[in-house]
């Protein structure tokens, strides 16, 4: 459930008593959102109360009845403002209903999901008005309390872990600054410490052997992923469809779900052909299947590869990605085209990531300084 607009119009999508889907129009302008904002939370609340006032009622209570009715109707509602006093756990299902309908994957809207029902939830009250959030009061602890061992595995969570828990919140926030539900973000506060760079060992030697001993699935992901660069997984490499390759132009195009946007990838001739030869045994749209069905996860089948090939530092298929990018950086390649290759959205990012792997390049650098001449 949760509003959004349409050609202008507000409009609010919910599933009814008889758990039927349904979208309602509330018109443009101010007083359209006002009413759809208090369409859906009403709906929400008949939703947890068990349906003890049907949609047509709560239709003709919000949309025929006056400010005052309304308020009467809706008690959360601020007699003064007229908008809606939205709860924390009403802000992060906004947010999620958000997710789902602007087409992020399936995988990430759930395991955002468990992350807001057993890490925020369990720290930051759900029933608290959004707009009473404060940073010192609610977020300070609960990123404090990200330190403590995790309950699921008694380990110590990553600074990477804490500081995409703290982005979460972070975007819950500002989606709730950008439709109107809320006038501030209490994440604003947040320092966020700087992360230990991740040290990436794979190299394509290793990458040979690994595909040496991978079924042949794998093995042919291993090589997709090594030659576009795709980020592993359902988000790109898992995505990519034969009606993404441009036979006739030698590309590849591939969606990036954070871009929200195609960009081109050129192959080489070699790989052109390898890409033809899969064509023609392939029985989905799917570049990468198994038996004839699409795949959503490779892990175990690149653990299991990487293990039989004798490797014993910790590699992810991700990996593949870096080794993509930095073999052409310490090959020579422009900055600012590798970083149109993976998608990135400032050549900055691709500098700040990247350049860190590449090893004697602050010398090569130096060695094309000039010598000075003396007298």
């Known amino acids: 459930m949760g509003t959004y607009q349409r050609d202008g119009r507000w409009m609010v999508f919910f599933h009814d008593e008889n758990g039927k889907r349904r979208d309602k129009a509330f018109g443009r302008g101010d007083d359209a959102e006002k009413m759809a904002e208090t369409f859906d939370f009403a ?8 349906w003890k006032v049907s949609i047509d009622e709560i239709t003709m209570e919000t949309c025929n009845s006056s400010t005052n009715k309304i308020v009467a109707f809706c008690p959360k509602i601020q007699a003064d403002t007229d908008k809606v006093a ?9 947010y999620i209903d958000e997710l789902k309908v602007s087409g992020c994957s399936p995988k990430h809207i759930h395991n955002l999901s468990v992350i807001i029902k057993n890490c925020y939830y369990a720290h930051m009250d759900k029933d608290k008005n959004s707009e009473e959030f404060d940073y010192l009061v609610d977020i300070k602890p609960f990123l404090m309390a990200l330190y403590d061992p995790s309950p699921a595995t008694g380990k110590p969570r990553s600074q990477t872990t804490i500081n995409r828990y703290g982005d979460y919140l972070d975007a819950i926030f500002n989606y709730g600054i950008k439709t109107g539900m809320i006038t501030k973000n209490p994440v604003k506060g947040r320092t966020k410490p700087k992360e230990k760079p991740r040290a990436v060992q794979l190299t394509v030697a290793d990458i040979e052997k690994i ?11 291993i090589e997709v992923c090594f030659n576009l660069g795709t980020r592993s997984g359902e988000s790109e490499l898992l995505a990519l469809k034969w009606e993404n390759v441009k036979f006739d132009k030698s590309e590849v195009l591939i969606y990036g779900r954070k871009t929200k946007e195609y960009r081109v990838v050129p192959v080489t001739n070699g790989f052109l052909k390898k890409l033809e030869e899969m064509r ?21 089948g690149f653990r299991n590869a ?24 310490a ?18 990012m691709t500098a700040d990531v990247y350049y860190q ?9 130096v060695s094309l300084l000039p010598v000075l001449k003396t007298a």
Request: proline residues 2%; hydrophobic residues 40%.
């Open 357 to 365: 792997y590449l090893q004697g390049e602050k010398e090569r650098a």
């Open 306 to 329: 990487c293990k039989k090939a004798g490797i014993t530092y910790p590699v992810r298929l991700y990996d593949l990605r870096h080794l993509f990018a930095t073999t052409m950086l």
């Open 331 to 348: 090959n020579g390649a422009d900055l600012a085209a590798v970083s149109k290759l993976m998608g990135h959205s400032r050549v900055t």
């Open 211 to 221: 595909m040496a001993v991978a079924q042949e699935h794998v093995k042919w992901a």
């Open 43 to 50: 709906v929400k609340q008949a939703k947890k109360d068990g």
């Open 86 to 94: 939205v709860s924390f756990e009403q802000l992060c299902d906004a």
């Open 280 to 300: 023609a045994k392939a029985q989905t749209d799917c570049i990468i299947e198994y038996r004839g069905k699409p795949i959503t996860n490779l892990r175990k």
